[in-house]
């Protein structure tokens, strides 16, 4: 606990670090293209027009605004899988900092989750403008609860990173392992297909052990539905966030010591 | 700590690193081999304690290897020690990966605040300090442009700049004065006595031995994991270099042995090519003999004071060159001639030469068999260097005249520089 307390001073005092990283991230992405950060706009906008076009004209769906439907799932998704993928890899990509000099190394994994979250934020102003237009409508009680979606998912998204960064530099095959695992992972969650498809209640249940799934539909309840989430559901999430927060930080804090020997 | 002066304190650490014959992180591998001991642990810090006190600067010296890199990493936290304890007081900067994070395509603006976050600065520090940061790298017109368009000098420039100015209570540097041109490194070693001088704690790890007596109080040779010898600078260092040439001697002693062993073998008589006057066993391989051989030298042998057969000298040493020659029917003739020696370095500069009638204004009787012994006092500095020797007659003709008949090694402790040694005093008053 005491332990806890010194780490989170020290990331405190460290707070310029995190942010310059994420800066570094979200403009060094870009950098050198002439329409440079408006692509975090029109990226996911031209996804978007895509699958409008595709999901109208070629695969007709049976649900109403399947765009929608699908689009405001699959964002967090990525922020998820991305966090997953990305952040496994985070301590490992720098190599040449670790080796070199001392900084808190959680650093690492929290730059690069709060880099594609941040990413996230800026991908809904296209989803609530889309949401405006289309028809749907804001419920501001239920937009209300969307930063408590957002909290959990990215509990669970650093816990993860936090585990697995440490895990990939004794073990590099995690990398490809976890690419594996994301790809089988977004259907075993609700993201293209709605979770009523399961047509077995107790394979449905089985579903809400993945805490991803909770968490799509909340994001699908609060922004395409216009209702507030199930909290029953959410509640199994913020269990899942918190455990896999502190398993996260003790198996890095357990192992971050040999970083440098190992890399 | 035990005693609040200190900023850092090192008690008795030991550091293994695992060496991996074969370093395999993959299942197949981890499975399959899962018995087998493919490591071995060496022991890089054998129990190493120091402290040094606020507002000190030590330094680490020791050959490649012997662990001071190792001391520093652990004091930057970067390795973690297996064994005993090191507790330090304030923020530490490290000089030893200069630019940490710089992205190219950012601006050196962009790159100070990226880097001085790594530091642990938050953005209100580095705002107070930009200026002055920018001012020391001398990027003023540069500052907004990308890194990528720098020069590796401007870019060590403005690395160097942002990690001096951290204002670190422990500053470790990891062999830094090499950034920039020579009024650049000046500045910084100036700027490191600033920043001492306003009381942070110094640690060096260098080669340049000079930098570490410039700055330090104390000095740390480490060998093979340990601490050898601590203590006033100069001192230290005076005897690290005299191991380091020892060491070095005993490998060049050994390297000439084998030489030397070789040339026996390759000196065959049979072989020998006619024409050329040969070369005789005493003669190193390149050695070019001329003249006409009324007088031939038949040894020719350097010596210390106590006619020991050497390779070696050190520069204050006193040198015999001890020779034997032979001219046939020499007393009958009445033959009288001038022997003169001359040295020359290995890169081909003419070191000295003299002979007899320089010396005693005169020529001497030529022996049938005769022995010279010429001895000097020897003030050349460390290098390599060549002997010729050469016997003329007393009207200009060459008896014998071997060029490169020997070569020897000056080896000194002492670190001045130059061609030879001017015995020098400072007085002052």
Known sequence: MIKLCKLCKELFAYREMIFSLVRKDLRGRYKGSVLGFLWTFINPLFQLIIYTIAFSFILPSAIDKYYLYLFVALIPWIFFSSSLQGGANSVMASQNLVTKIYFPREILPISYVTSCFVNMLLTFVIIFLVVLISGVGLNPLAILCLPVVMLIEYMIALGLALLFSAVTVFFRDMEHILSIVTMAWIYMTPVLYPIEMISDSDIQKLFYLNPMTSVIVAYRDILYYAEIPDFSTLLIALFFGVTSLILGELVFSGLKKRFAEVM | ?429
């Open chain 2, 1 to 429: 700590m035990t005693n609040p002066e200190n900023a850092i304190e090192v008690r008795n650490v030991r550091k293994k690193f695992r060496i991996f014959y074969d370093r395999s992180n993959d299942l197949k591998d981890r499975i399959l081999f899962r018995n087998r001991n493919h490591y071995e642990d060496r022991w890089v810090l054998n129990g190493i304690s120091f402290s040094v006190k606020k507002g000190e600067a030590i330094g680490l010296v020791g050959h490649n290897g012997c662990g001071k890199s190792t001391t520093l990493k652990l004091l930057t936290k970067i390795l973690y020690p297996d064994q005993g304890s090191i507790e330090m007081q304030g923020r530490v900067s490290s000089l030893i990966e200069l630019g940490a994070g710089f992205h190219p395509d950012m601006t050196g603006r962009e790159n100070i605040y990226t880097n001085a976050s790594i530091f642990g600065l938050t953005r209100k520090e580095i705002e107070k300090r930009i200026e002055e940061i920018i001012q020391f790298s001398e990027l003023e017109e540069f500052i907004d442009n990308p890194v990528r368009t720098y020069s590796s000098g401007m870019y060590m420039r403005l690395a160097f700049s942002v990690a001096i100015h951290v204002d670190a209570k422990i500053l470790l540097i990891d062999e830094i004065l090499a950034v920039g041109d020579a009024n650049f490194q000046k500045k910084c070693f100036d700027k490191l006595r600033e920043i001492k001088s306003h009381g942070t704690t110094i640690v060096i790890v260098s080669h340049a031995l000079g930098q570490i007596e410039q700055i330090c109080e104390t000095s740390y040779w480490i060998e093979n994991g340990l601490i050898r010898e601590s203590g006033i600078p100069k001192l230290v260092h005076d005897h690290y270099l005299q191991h380091m040439e020892d060491k070095r001697t005993e490998q060049l002693e050994k390297q000439h042995r084998e030489e030397h062993g070789q040339e026996q073998e390759d000196q065959n008589p049979e072989n020998s090519d006619s024409g050329k006057p040969e070369l005789p066993s005493f003669c190193e391989k390149t050695a070019i003999r001329m003249g006409t051989q009324q007088v031939i030298f038949t040894d020719a042998q350097l010596q210390d004071q106590k006619h020991q057969k050497q390779y070696i000298f050190d520069t204050e040493q006193e040198i015999k060159i001890f020779l034997q020659y032979h001219a046939e029917n020499a007393e009958n003739l009445n033959l009288k001639g001038n022997f003169g020696y001359g040295i020359f370095r290995e890169d081909g500069l003419h070191c000295y030469g003299t002979n007899i009638v320089i010396e005693t204004g005169d020529y001497i009787p030529i022996q049938e068999n005769g022995e010279l012994e010429i001895t000097f006092r020897n003030s050349l500095l460390p290098a390599k260097y060549f002997l010729d020797i050469a016997v003329h007659s007393h009207d200009g003709v060459i008896y014998d005249d071997i060029r490169r008949v020997l070569s020897f090694v000056v080896s000194s402790a002492k670190q001045d520089i130059g061609v030879c040694r001017l015995q020098t005093e400072f007085s002052w008053r």
